[in-house]
């Protein structure tokens, strides 16, 4: 708060994300124009439980303070490795687009007594992690604050990051939504924005139309998660760190559950039936329970839960927060490979556990996990492959793959390369290393790693088992002859496919919750009465992957009229679908092209988007006879198999091109 250039106020520990803006000016160019440097002071909570969250928001950081307690009763420094690997990461992730960063290390409350740290180990941490400098502060005396504010000042190299061309107008639009957040509004269509910003700026809007330039700057400031763009019902959060807050909590209440299986049920989950600081709750209900499907839907995005379908109803779970003990932890019998690892361990193990699961040729469920370990089945050949998490240090992991005897050569190779890939990307890649563990295979005796290295060093490709004599390859895998029929390359590439295909599908399954609750619907279906079942199979599959259909059969509530409903939701549709079948068009049909025809009309005339889609269905054996307004607009012919008449509609519907979930092998 301080630093910000608020006073001091006690408070309490605090929670979830906050983001200030710590300063604001102009700089003058050599070629006249302005330049703002704007500087945003992203506050993320400490605590462990907050880590699995947080650390997702570590992209383009140009400076980081990492703050420790100095009075701290226990370790003043416990967390310092944590973040210093975890920023470290994320710039590996960022790659060329990264920008410079300073990291500065701040002892907090300095006036507590002294900190209860030796020099001597603080200047051996500065120098290990390349910090740029140390701060003993004390915010309610005032201590090195204004030296502090100083080296971020000086820290930060403007020429080195990117800069966003705009002119006042750009301005207006980003000082109007900023003004709509600090009022504390939590959400807000971006429609009722726009109207807001032209009732505010009525000298700007009166005679021309700013929606295209409003929407874009809309995107800017999302692009520093100021605001939050939702998947459905148009909203933009205008308070998206309550999305930390509420995923913090879905996961704590996970890591509470009493048999330790570190679930909680999606209906418990979307109707915030959980723990959480009433302070840090949303109190309107309505409001709530569209952030709840947000924060659900953010958490199978980032793959940090991995929903489970069980006869009692749908669960999220999280591998990270299993406080089940493994009884043959920490030494599995059919350990053959250990991966050691820098990096943010628990985001690292947690998001590699639902990515095997969602790979296609491995599979799991809650009672196959524990306490940093998860076992699974081999799809369709047999065999179980398995992993144990041990954390060495802060921020240090040891990840070890075990197998049982029914899983070949070809498995092990698959669940290993997928595995290795996977710290690769998600961990710092110059810090892993894999170590194999050598078996008899005759008696199960294990040869030390010691002896190993030693009869490598001797030129040496076998050993004798000690117990039996046997032979044992000291080969590793990538020196045997191949035995693998695919390469490792293109399984991994495949696997990869397919769980990036699965964590979308469902992320979009919990996106179609928040249409169906903002009845924002994506397309409406018009048909034949006599195609009635056909066209609510494309439905279903449209649902699969997140498009909300509006279909007359599911959205009419008998008693209801027919004409008044359509005219009431057909504004709110934003395409039309207009199927002919074997029968032809229907008597209802006509009519119903004819009033979307009318709103698709009145829609150009405002300049907003409104597709119409002539389907054909199977069946239809002559060529269809259109409607006169139709025959402008290209078809998708459901008769033929390529192009994928399904993606040819998704991407009429959605204006997105490419395979549905489920053109994957195996979905």
Request: hydrophobic residues 40%; contains cysteine.
């Amino acid at each position: 708060m301080v630093l910000t250039g608020q006073p001091f106020q006690p408070t309490e520990s605090t929670h979830g994300r906050h983001v200030w803006v710590c300063d604001s000016r102009e700089e003058a160019l050599t070629d006249g124009r302005q330049e703002v440097r704007e500087t945003l002071l992203w506050d993320l909570a400490g605590q462990p439980g907050y880590r699995l969250i947080h650390q997702l928001h570590l992209s383009e950081v140009a400076v980081a303070l990492v703050v420790f307690d100095a009075r701290s009763e226990t370790d003043p420094l416990a967390g310092v490795r944590h973040w210093d690997r975890a920023l470290r990461q994320a710039r590996q992730v960022s790659g060329s687009a990264a920008v410079p960063l300073k990291k500065y290390l701040v002892a907090a409350r300095a006036d507590r007594g002294g900190i209860s740290v030796s020099r001597e180990r603080i200047e051996a941490m500065l120098r290990e992690m390349g910090f740029a400098g140390y701060f003993e502060t004390s915010a309610k005396e005032g201590w090195k604050i204004q030296d502090l504010i100083a080296a971020i000042r000086d820290g930060i190299d403007w020429d080195k990051l990117p800069k966003v061309s705009s002119n006042e107008l750009f301005q207006t639009i980003k000082q109007f939504l900023l003004d709509e957040k600090k009022s504390g509004r939590l959400l807000s269509t971006a429609d009722e924005l726009y109207e807001r910003f032209c009732q505010t700026h009525a000298e700007l809007t009166a005679d021309r139309d700013l929606r295209a330039e409003f929407d874009t700057c809309v995107g800017r400031v999302e692009s520093r998660d100021l605001i939050r763009r939702l998947s459905f019902g148009g909203y933009v959060l205008l308070q998206p760190e309550l999305l930390d807050a509420y995923a913090s909590a879905m996961v704590n209440a996970a890591k509470s559950e009493p048999d330790g299986l570190g679930f909680i049920a999606e209906e418990v989950a979307l109707a915030g039936q959980f723990l959480m600081p009433k302070d840090e709750r949303v109190a309107d209900k309505e409001q709530e329970k569209l952030l709840l499907i947000a924060t659900v839907e953010e958490l199978l995005r980032y793959e940090i839960t991995l929903g489970e379908n069980a006869e009692d109803g749908k669960y999220l779970v999280f591998p990270s927060q299993f406080n089940r003990d493994w009884p043959d932890a920490p030494d599995p019998q059919g350990k053959a490979v250990v991966f050691t690892f820098e990096g943010p361990v628990l985001s690292v193990y947690a998001t590699l556990a639902v990515r095997l699961a969602h790979s296609g040729r491995f599979e799991t469920g809650r009672m196959e996990m524990w306490r940093n370990a998860a076992k699974y089945a081999a799809v369709g050949v047999g065999g179980t492959c398995g992993i144990y998490l041990r954390e060495i240090n802060e921020g240090q992991g040891e990840l070890a793959l075990f197998f049982d005897e029914a899983a070949g050569e070809e498995t092990r190779s698959q669940f290993e390369e997928f595995i290795a890939a996977h710290l690769q990307r998600r961990a710092l890649p110059q810090t892993v290393q894999r170590r194999r563990i050598f078996v008899c295979h005759e008696c199960g005796t294990a040869i030390s790693d010691e002896q190993a290295q030693r009869r490598r060093a001797r030129g040496k490709t076998t050993i004798d088992c000690p117990v039996c004599d046997t032979a044992v390859s000291l080969l590793d895998r990538e020196e045997r002859p191949a035995v693998i029929a695919e390469s490792a390359a293109a399984v991994v590439a495949e696997m990869d496919r397919h769980a990036d295909a699965q964590r979308d599908k469902a992320a979009a399954a919990t996106s179609l919750k928040g249409k169906i609750e903002s009845k924002d619907y994506d397309v409406f279906l018009s048909y034949n009465s006599k195609d009635r079942e056909k066209v609510m199979r494309i439905g279903e599959r449209l649902k699969e992957q997140g498009i909300l259909p509006w279909l007359d059969e599911w959205e009419i509530r008998p008693g209801e009229q027919w004409p008044k409903v359509l005219q009431d939701n057909i504004k709110r549709i934003k395409s039309a679908a207009v199927f002919i079948g074997p029968k032809g068009v229907g008597p209802w049909e006509d009519l119903e092209q004819m009033a979307f025809l009318q709103e698709f009309v009145d829609r150009k005339k405002r300049k907003q988007e409104c597709l119409l889609i002539p389907v054909v269905l199977p069946g239809r054996k002559n060529p269809p006879k259109l409607p006169p307004f139709l025959r402008l607009f290209h078809c998708v012919d459901f008769r033929k198999s390529e192009p994928d008449p399904l993606e040819q509609l998704i991407w009429g519907i959605t204006g997105k091109r490419g395979p549905a979930f489920g053109a994957v092998r195996g979905a």
